[in-house]
């Protein structure tokens, strides 16, 4: 018997002493996930394309895809944001009829959408709905000094136009946590920033590591037939954002609306989805730089310009 208990003692101790010594291996998985539309020469939608017909790089590596997929019927969730400040105040009627024509040509019941109204405040004046008509009627309600709640609340803004913070707050509160859906932002605003507590780049980089896009509907007004500094940097601006984060800007004031609201929809659904393993490891927030590169000839894809690795 002591024999037995011996024997088992040695087979035993040597066993403990490997678990004991054995490395612990932390593995750390960077997974970096995107959408984006892509056109042939002639400016129509593709989406017949395949995982061999691109390649992806993140600062000029080669990035090796691990998922790749076509969303035609993808839901969407997207966030109205509507100036509503001084300078657009005689622009507030036309924001909401043209917020109606956009929701009856693209919202299904699939799809959710909320509507921010916002100065140097950003008022929740209707929360995610598939209902066009609660939208508006919030959009209502704001116009006759209905309270509502406030996103991203700060007590440093004081009068003026959040333009960054309308993006950086409905994107954290409302849009980070949704997966499985194309998420974009369509801004009714001239884009003239004069209040908030975050910048261009803070605006940019939370709409890309949600993977949101930025469309903007801009309607600017001009003194005398000519562009102030205000109207200049309200546009640059918009026009930056839009193009970093994969969508697109347009003059509200000068285009066929109907026909641009078409084209948002058209490209919210022509999309493809991919997503890689960054073989950069490391998270020190500084901005990686996407390239997606089509093997066929002829064709070009919009998508966000690269993402900050937090």
């Known amino acids: 018997m002591q024999f037995r208990y011996s024997l088992l ?41 395949g995982r061999d017909d691109f390649s992806v790089y993140e600062d000029g590596v080669e990035q090796k895809l691990s998922a790749f997929s076509r969303e035609s019927e993808l839901p969407l969730t997207l966030g109205l944001l509507i100036d509503a400040s001084q300078s657009q105040k005689k622009f507030l009627e036309q924001h909401q009829r043209d917020i109606q024509v956009f929701l009856g040509s693209i919202l299904r019941p699939q799809d959710k959408a909320f509507a921010v109204c916002f100065g ?5 004046v209707s929360d995610l709905t598939s209902d066009p008509a609660v939208i508006i009627a919030g959009i209502e309600k704001y116009k006759k000094s209905v309270d509502f709640p406030e996103l991203a609340r700060d007590e440093s803004r004081s009068g003026g136009t959040a333009v960054y913070d309308a993006i950086f707050g409905s994107v954290n509160e409302k849009m980070a946590g949704i997966s499985a ?45 000519k562009l102030s500094a205000e109207n200049r940097q309200g546009i640059t601006g918009l026009h930056h954002i839009a193009e970093q984060t994969g969508g697109r800007d347009f003059d509200a004031l000068h285009t066929d609306l109907p026909e641009t609201f078409k084209a948002i929809g058209d490209e ?38 690269g993402y900050y690795a937090k």
Do not use: C, W
């Not at 932390?26 to 400016?43: N, Q, Y």
């Not at 140097?120 to 929740?124: A, C, G, H, K």
């Not at 975050?198 to 896009?213: F, G, N, P």
């Open 9 to 49: 003692l040695a087979l035993y101790l040597p066993i403990a002493g490997i678990a004991q010594d054995a490395p612990v291996f932390h593995a750390e998985t960077h997974l970096v996930t995107l959408t984006f539309s892509a056109r042939d020469g002639a400016g129509h939608f593709i989406d017949k394309l």
């Open 120 to 124: 140097d405040r950003l008022r929740l």
């Open 268 to 305: 919210l659904r022509s999309v493809y989805s991919i997503g890689y393993y960054s073989t950069n490891k490391t998270h020190d927030d500084t901005f990686r730089k996407i390239v997606i590169e089509p093997h066929v000839d002829g064709v070009t894809v919009r998508a966000k310009s």
């Open 181 to 225: 859906h194309r998420k974009a932002l369509i801004m009714f605003t001239d884009g003239e920033e004069n209040s908030s507590a975050h910048d261009e780049i803070d605006a940019i980089a939370e709409a890309q590591s949600a993977d949101v896009l930025v469309y903007a509907v801009r309607y600017t007004e001009m003194k005398h037939n």
